[in-house]
């Protein structure tokens, strides 16, 4: 009865009694762009979803199988770094893939996702007032993460006359004397730009001048259709001053494990480790065994897969082109990012009413920074037959405006 008295005579000020308890940070904050559409689309009927970047893969057998069988034997944290055997096969990987070795011991944590290992990495490295470079546009949580950290981000663009990859020129028109950090991530979302060897040689003169610190989110990177995926880190002069995210949420399609890592020179790492100790403790254990699993023998699941995504990078941009847009060809991830500008509408209005009308749901490229205005990011995360109805639907949206 009390309780209820008590309910009743708070009953008209609850909102405002409650929102007075929300820090300004989470009240300034704006939520996800990207959420927005999946949310729109979940109402609807007979939607086909281009909006979230989440593979349409279920997750190889023998991954999920090496998680289940886990909780027999282990259902207990692990280190705060993770599975010493995870490490170790994380930096057999990077080393024999990319060319980039770090000490399993000292320099690799396992991280709940690449979620997570940004987060870390941004808030064991940026001091309120720092002045943080992130290519633009880019992947929705490098901004609020940033800002969370009480850093500044300053977007730089990567336009479309340059594929979309990131330009000395463009790094140098905004640097300051608080510039702290440089945040990539190539192969990118939103736009499947990727850069070459010479294209990172390019800016690493500028990192080590100006004594940038390079945060790299390579978790694209085995989504890489024409060549050979280039870490960061393999650059002789950025490997000091270089952190590397990646993790298994795309390639092996195991987003829902919640499983990444960071890698960086020791102390970097153990900074990040601090972090992550307080914040998180240690990754799923299940998840950990399951990547473990991931790293084993020949990453075949992951080939077939990849196979499969350049097949429909190559159908979505024939498509989108058929149907009136230009369209730049990606060169890694699964997003294709047409400008709609020929349309005379913004992005926003184009994947409103696309959706509305069309029943067919994208994320407007703005979303994803200044850069990405006039485009839409359409992610190939879908079967083959759904794309194409997918395209026979935006051409007759397109016709009918
Ligand atoms: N970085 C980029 C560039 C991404 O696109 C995503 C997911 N869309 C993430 C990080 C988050 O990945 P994870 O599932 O490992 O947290």
Same mark, same amino acid.
């Given at each position: 009865?009390?309780? *209820?008295?008590?309910?009743? !005579?708070?009953?008209?000020? @609850? ?14 904050i704006p +939520?996800s762009g ?20 989440? +593979? ?10 090496? /998680?289940?069988? #886990? ?38 944590? @396992? ?7 940004l987060d870390?990495?941004i808030?064991?490295?940026i001091?309120?007032? *720092?002045?943080v470079l992130t290519v633009d546009p880019i992947f929705v949580s490098y901004a609020p993460c940033i800002t969370m950290s009480?850093g500044v981000s300053v977007p730089v ?11 000395? *020129? ?13 945040v990539?991530n =190539? ?5 499947? %730009?990727? $850069? ?19 945060? #790299? ?5 085995? $989504? ?24 298994? #949420?795309?390639?092996? %399609? $195991? ?30 254990? %299940?998840?950990?065994?399951? %990547? ?12 077939? $897969? ?39 509408? #913004?992005?926003?209005? =184009? ?9 067919? /749901? ?5 979303v994803f920074g200044p850069?990405g ?14 794309? !194409? ?6 051409? *007759? ?5």
């Open positions: 009865m009390a309780n *209820d008295c008590h309910f009743h !005579s708070e009953v008209i000020s @609850v909102s405002e009694q409650t929102t007075k308890h929300i820090s300004h940070l989470a009240r300034t +939520p990207i959420r927005r559409y999946f949310d729109i689309a979940q109402q609807m009927e007979d939607i086909v979803s281009l909006g979230v970047g989440e +593979p349409d893969f279920m997750t190889p057998w023998k991954i999920c199988d090496a /998680a289940i069988s #886990s909780f027999e034997h282990n259902t207990s944290y692990t280190s705060n770094a993770g599975l010493p055997s995870l490490r170790n096969a994380i930096s057999q990987y990077l080393d024999q893939r990319f060319g980039t070795y770090y000490d399993p011991d000292h320099e690799v944590v @396992v991280t709940s996702g690449v979620s997570e290992g870390v990495a808030r064991a490295t001091d309120p007032g *720092d002045e009480g663009p990567c336009l479309e006359k340059d594929q979309f990859r990131l330009t000395p *020129d463009a790094i140098m028109e905004r640097i300051t004397p608080k510039t702290k950090a440089l990539l =190539f192969p990118n979302n939103p736009t499947g %730009a990727v $850069m070459r060897r010479e294209d990172l040689c390019s800016i690493a003169d500028i990192c080590v001048d100006h004594d940038l610190l390079v945060l #790299s989110d390579e978790i694209y990177a085995e $989504m890489t259709y024409e060549g050979d995926h280039v870490a960061v880190a393999s650059i002789p002069e950025l490997y000091d001053r270089t952190i590397t995210l990646s993790g298994f #949420s795309k390639a092996w %399609a $195991m987003t829902g494990f919640r499983v990444g890592y960071l890698c960086a020179p020791k102390e970097l790492c153990q900074a990040a480790l601090k972090i992550h100790q307080y914040v998180m403790m240690s990754a799923p254990t %299940a998840s950990q065994y399951g %990547a473990l699993e991931a790293l084993r023998g020949e990453l075949d699941d992951v080939r077939e $897969m990849i196979r499969e995504y350049r097949l429909r990078r190559n159908m979505i941009v024939d498509g989108l082109v058929r149907a009136g847009l230009s369209c730049h060809m990606p060169q890694g991830a699964f997003y294709a990012f047409p400008s709609i500008e020929s349309t005379g509408l #913004s992005d926003i209005e =184009f994947a409103e009413r696309l959706i509305r009308e069309a029943h067919v /749901a994208a994320v407007p490229g703005s850069s205005a006039g485009h839409i990011r359409c992610a190939y995360a879908v079967s083959r037959s759904d794309l !194409s109805i997918a395209l026979e639907r935006i051409s *007759d949206f397109i016709s009918s405006l």
